[in-house]
């Protein structure tokens, strides 16, 4: 017994260095704050364009990353979610005209109780299986989205009126979406400093043991899929009054798979993995284009745009699998490695 | 004093196979009630009956008074009835203390609106548990040390003591132990006795434990239940277990 202890104290000595790395920690994320703040003072309006963007996905991405990586509910109809949110809140502008917070908080809500309808199906299944029956929410909402043309304006969408936020416009809007994001980012590292976190947790590695501590697992799984929806709901409301359009063709499958990619390629059950991963992801396609853009022609591609759109499905496809196979931790398990490596030496 | 649990006419079948037939057992309060018998006895099938895990056929169990049988397996840790596992059943992604502190779920009120503000209660609760945990929990267990680590690395020994810890936290009145000894050297199991003897002593909670090892069990429970192929073959004292023809016969397996 006293041998085993020995063996573990040894292996604290760690400690200092990493309160160090807590330090350096805050100071990252302060720095990162202010840096986006600052942004719109320099950026052009593509930068400001792309930022926002970024942000909005960002918040989908933590919302799922609740719902995956953190309860281990495998959900392929995220994008369905973003489309409740974004059809009710446009709706709202549309035909009440009510400001755009109130609009996102009832987007929101709606799509946290779509959420829990379709999270339903957790509760008697797991894994793979799972994931089949959230397409079923995939497919039936966006049906909806396409077909009730009355209310959702069918293929053609809904037009959504445009917000000037503070008379700043762009900056304006692109400020906004970077405060609800870092609220909703605290909020969400928040959740997991307390029961309900630990429930999420609990649930996904042993729902026997989390049951004997109490944890009802009922009802922590379908908190787990409404909040990942509400989250959705957010990013969904910002993005319909962002692009001023709201049509089926944003929220497809393959955009379900867009998030589902961002949270394996950034890391599940990480709130930093969240944000590499929403990042990289929403700026890949762009990154991909500048370069191809430089090597294509000297390489004989004339038609770099229609090489382009394949290209990026197999770079998609190509990184999730990567990082399943080398590393399932994600963007955020390679920078463990590398604060590991500076902490070690 | 009227026992704190109480079996009556416990029947378990799965499939053609029954597992547990009429048991009948209870355990006093305040006191150590060990149920011993060969593997496949049912001893954890008892367990996780009264943890509701498994749904008799017939029989009740009744706890301080009260059903236990209606109620879901999430809703008996209220009631004051903490357990660990044959196979330890800990939650490797989490460090020692997250896993510690989930033991005081139940007793924890944070909701997903307080707890993603954490200002004030939910803030508070958690600073409360985490300051009773380290001041009660951790040093009696010998745990200060490690409590930042992921579980997943830790040996053996170590996990069953964290396992304890969790148990312990939310200071439960019936704590069910299922084999707190298995894969320990005797060193080892003479520590695990003591803070299971503590456990009673200090704390005034009430052990029923699970062992096939028969010399520790006995030099350590007042109460003794012996089950053989889902039977109660013996109940009582250690000393009249220990002489009791049908106990011998089923551990040394004679006809």
């Known amino acids: ?345 | 004093m009227p026992p704190l649990l109480t079996i009556d006419r416990v029947s378990l079948a799965f499939g053609g196979v029954n597992a547990l037939t009429d048991v009948a057992a209870s355990v006093a309060d305040g006191d150590i009630t060990a149920i011993i018998g060969p593997n496949g006895a049912g001893k954890t099938s008892l367990f996780n009956i009264t943890s509701g895990f498994y749904k008799p056929a017939s029989g009740t169990v009744m706890f301080d008074g009260k059903d236990l049988l209606p109620l879901p397996a999430h809703a008996r840790p209220k009631l004051g009835i903490a357990r660990t596992f044959q196979n330890i059943a800990l939650f490797a992604g989490l460090s020692v203390l997250e896993n510690i502190k989930l033991g005081a779920h139940a007793q924890l009120k944070a909701n997903a609106g307080t707890a993603s503000l954490y200002l004030g209660p939910a803030a508070r609760e958690e600073r409360d548990v985490t300051a009773h945990i380290e001041n009660n929990i951790l040093g009696f267990l010998n745990l200060s040390e490690i409590r930042h680590r992921a579980v997943g690395g830790l040996p053996y020994g170590v996990q069953k003591r964290i396992e304890l810890a969790r148990a312990l936290v939310m200071q439960p009145r019936l704590l069910m132990l299922d084999e707190p000894f298995a894969g320990m050297n005797a060193n080892e199991r003479l520590q695990m006795a003591t803070y299971i003897r503590r456990c009673v002593t200090e704390s005034r909670t009430t052990v029923l434990l699970i062992d096939h090892n028969m010399e520790t069990v006995l030099g350590l429970s007042s109460h003794v239940v012996v089950l053989n192929f889902g039977k109660v073959i013996a109940a009582g004292t250690p000393d009249h277990v220990r002489t009791h023809s049908g106990v011998i016969d089923a551990y040394l397996g004679a006809a």
């Not at chain 1, 929410?137 to 049906?143: E, I, K, M, T």
């Not at chain 1, 430089?294 to 038609?303: K, N």
């Open chain 1, 1 to 345: 017994m006293a041998d085993s202890i020995d063996i573990a104290a040894g292996k604290t000595t760690q400690l200092v260095p990493g309160r160090q790395w807590a330090y350096w920690q805050v100071a990252g994320w302060i720095a990162l704050i202010i840096a986006l703040v600052a942004l719109p003072a320099t950026a052009s309006g593509y930068v400001l364009f792309m930022a926002t963007l970024v942000a909005i996905n960002v918040i989908a991405t933590v919302g799922l990353n609740i719902t995956v990586g953190y309860a281990g509910l495998l959900s392929i109809g995220h994008s369905a979610f973003i489309g409740v949110g974004a059809y009710a809140s446009a709706l709202m502008a549309i035909h009440l005209g009510t400001p755009l917070l109130l609009n996102v908080m009832v987007g929101s809500a709606a799509a946290f109780l779509v959420g829990l309808v379709f999270g339903a199906p957790s509760l008697r299944i797991k894994g793979v299986f799972l994931a089949i029956a959230t397409l079923a929410a995939q497919y039936s909402l966006y049906f909806v989205f396409q077909q009730w043309t009355p209310v959702t304006g069918g293929d053609r969408g809904l037009s959504v009126p445009q917000v000037d936020i503070l008379g700043m416009g762009d900056k304006g809007f692109y400020l906004l979406v970077v405060a609800v994001a870092v609220v909703l980012c605290i909020a969400s590292r928040n959740l997991f400093r307390t029961r309900i976190g630990r429930a999420f947790i609990a649930v996904r590695e042993r729902d026997y043991a989390a049951q004997v501590l109490g944890i009802d697992v009922v009802r922590t799984k379908l908190l787990a899929f409404g909040l990942g929806a509400a989250y959705a709901g957010v990013a969904g409301g910002l993005m319909g009054a962002f692009l001023r359009i709201v049509n089926p063709d944003q929220f497809t499958l393959l955009a379900s798979v867009f998030f589902l990619a961002a949270v394996v390629v950034g890391g599940q059950a990480s709130l930093l993995g969240s944000l590499l991963g929403a990042t990289f992801m929403t700026l890949m396609p762009e990154m991909l284009r500048a370069t191809m853009e430089v090597l294509g022609p000297p390489l004989g591609a004339t038609d770099v745009a229609g090489f382009l759109s394949p290209l990026r499905e197999v770079i998609f496809g190509a990184m999730i699998v990567g990082f399943l196979y080398f590393e399932p931790r994600g963007l955020a398990g390679l920078v463990e490695r590398v604060r590991a490596l500076a902490t070690r030496s």
